[in-house]
Nanobody, 111 residues
Framework: QVQLVESGGGLVQPGGSLRLSCAAS????????MSWYRQAPGKEREYVAS???????NYVDSVKGRFTISRDNAKKMVYLQMNSLKAEDTGVYYC?????WGQGTQVTVSS
């Protein structure tokens, strides 16, 4: 069965950095595009970034230049490096493949 397990969230001050990880299993990882989404308190879940099987990346405008998505096909991992974090980046971050979601990891940006 498909499993996605996120980790790396936490509390960080504005301007700080975090690196989120998503460990994937149960499907041929290298065959699939992977994505990160987030959900802020009281808001809809929103797209953050994605990476294709060939390594092409896309980002929502609000994180361009600050976040970097990457993947390691050998380890079946996808990462989200988040720099220059802002309070508005606070939320639960989810890893997604096709119609499958991880359980999420909480990111809180606060002084």
């Amino acid at each position: 069965q498909v499993q996605l397990v996120e980790s790396g969230g936490g509390l960080v001050q504005p301007g700080g950095s975090l690196r989120l990880s998503c460990a994937a299993s149960g499907f041929p990882f290298s065959w699939y595009d992977m994505s990160w989404y987030r959900q802020a308190p009281g808001k809809e879940r929103e797209y953050v970034a994605s990476i294709s099987t060939s390594g092409n990346t896309n980002y929502v405008d609000s994180v361009k230049g600050r976040f970097t998505i990457s993947r390691d096909n050998a380890k079946k991992m996808v990462y989200l490096q988040m720099n220059s974090l802002k309070a508005e980046d606070t939320g639960v971050y989810y890893c997604r493949v096709s119609s499958y979601w991880g359980q999420g990891t909480q990111v809180t940006v606060s002084s």
